[in-house]
């Protein structure tokens, strides 16, 4: 085995790793993003006319 072997396997892992980390936050970004949209849902659904987003004060 030589050393340009090993580097192509960390190569390909590295490459690996990274796909998976976009994956997972582009995932928690969807899930944040479905989640809010249902509650506008269920806030619309019920009936509600002001179903704006309260920002508590600082």
Request: proline share 2%; hydrophobic share 45%; glycine share 10%.
């Amino acid at each position: 085995m030589s050393e340009s072997d090993d580097g192509g396997s960390r190569r390909g892992a590295l490459i690996g790793l990274l796909v998976a980390a976009v994956m997972l936050a582009v995932g928690l970004w969807l899930a944040h993003d479905l989640t809010a949209a249902s509650k506008m849902q269920d806030c619309l659904m019920s009936g509600r006319t002001n179903c704006n987003v309260i920002e508590p004060a600082r």
